[in-house]
């Protein structure tokens, strides 16, 4: 069971890497094509996670207009993690904007959508003859869930967010009913 975590945990990291390299790319090669110089792609890096666990939680928004984005977050855990928490999640989302007056925004406060793609590992009793131990048992569940928060973003392209939401898995196949999700944000708007 280990091998096949590991596995997964290493093709996962090498299918993100590849998906930001490709978007990065891509969109860099279509923004000095087209001249625009209002930056539409946003990398944000919770800086909260990585300080507070052994883990990483990148996000990239597509700015929509000046009154929404899309996007899609990923965590990974780098350590061992106990059933609370997943392993790994995907959270796909749209975000809709308010009280926005700038003219160019996709900022300030911000209500979100997300749907929840997680997996980790669940602690098992095995019950043998003559024996009790551990193991350990794989699980995958989909959820959905909402987050408010606020965005600032500076002239020359810095972000800064504070976010705080939930929401609840649907699957049986995981002891946990929900998850929480939010943070402190950092990161850059680019191209």
């Avoid at 976010?163 to 196949?173: A, I, K, N, T, V």
Wanted: hydrophobic share 40%.
């Amino acid at each position: 069971m280990k091998k096949l975590g590991k596995h997964i945990k290493h093709n996962m990291k090498k299918f993100f890497l590849s998906v930001v390299c490709i978007v990065i790319s891509f969109y860099q090669g279509q923004g000095q094509n087209e001249g625009n110089n209002e930056n539409k792609h946003e990398f944000r890096l919770d800086a909260l996670e990585i300080l507070a666990t052994p883990s990483i939680d990148i996000s990239y928004e597509y700015v929509i207009n000046k009154f929404s984005g899309a996007g899609i977050t990923t965590y990974l855990s780098l350590g061992d993690t106990d059933n609370v928490f997943p392993k790994y999640a995907f959270d796909p989302y749209f975000r809709q904007y308010f009280l926005n007056k700038q003219d160019f925004g996709a900022r300030g406060l911000f209500v979100e959508g997300l749907v929840r793609f997680a997996g980790g590992e669940n602690e098992t009793d095995i019950v043998g003859i003559g024996s009790n131990s551990l193991g350990t048992d794989n699980w995958f569940d989909i959820g959905v869930g909402f987050v408010i928060g606020q965005k600032w973003t500076s002239q020359n392209g810095f972000v800064f967010e504070i976010s705080l939401g939930g929401g609840r898995y649907f699957l049986d196949d995981n002891d946990n009913i929900g998850f929480l999700k939010g943070g402190i944000l950092i990161g850059y708007r680019l191209f």
